[in-house]
């Protein structure tokens, strides 16, 4: 079992920055996707971003790349999103998951986290 608890989130203005935390703990292997996915309201939740366990083969979707950054503390088995230029449309409750390597899609993550809500004001 893996669990994962993100934290982080918050409001902010347009043009600001957050960094999400994701804390993660149990049987990771190194070779787990770490990924992020964020959903917004009535909408599907959707990709943004994934790290693998290692540190590595890290990939963002088209709509944040440029903005946001994924990287990893592997002395504190942590996860993290750092989110700058924020937009309204950014607004979202954001979630962290692990799943199989290289994955991109909602059903490839076998675990998840309870998420944090991001609200962007403009």
């Known amino acids: 079992q893996v669990q994962l608890v993100e934290s982080g989130g918050g409001l902010v203005q347009a043009g600001g920055s957050l960094r999400l935390s994701c804390a993660a703990s149990g049987r990771i292997f190194s070779s787990y996707a770490m990924g992020w996915f964020r959903q917004a309201p009535g909408k599907e939740r959707e990709f943004v971003g994934r790290?693998?366990?290692?540190?590595?083969?890290?990939y963002y979707a088209n709509s944040v790349k440029g903005r946001f950054t994924i990287s990893k503390d592997n002395a504190n088995d942590t996860v993290y999103l750092q989110m700058n230029s924020l937009k309204p449309a950014d607004t979202a409750v954001y979630y962290c998951?692990?799943?199989?390597?290289?994955?991109?899609?909602?059903?490839?993550?076998?675990?998840w986290g309870q998420g944090t809500q991001v609200t962007v004001s403009s």
């Open positions: 790290i693998s366990w290692s540190g590595g083969n890290i």
């Open positions: 998951a692990a799943g199989r390597p290289g994955a991109t899609m909602i059903e490839e993550y076998d675990y």
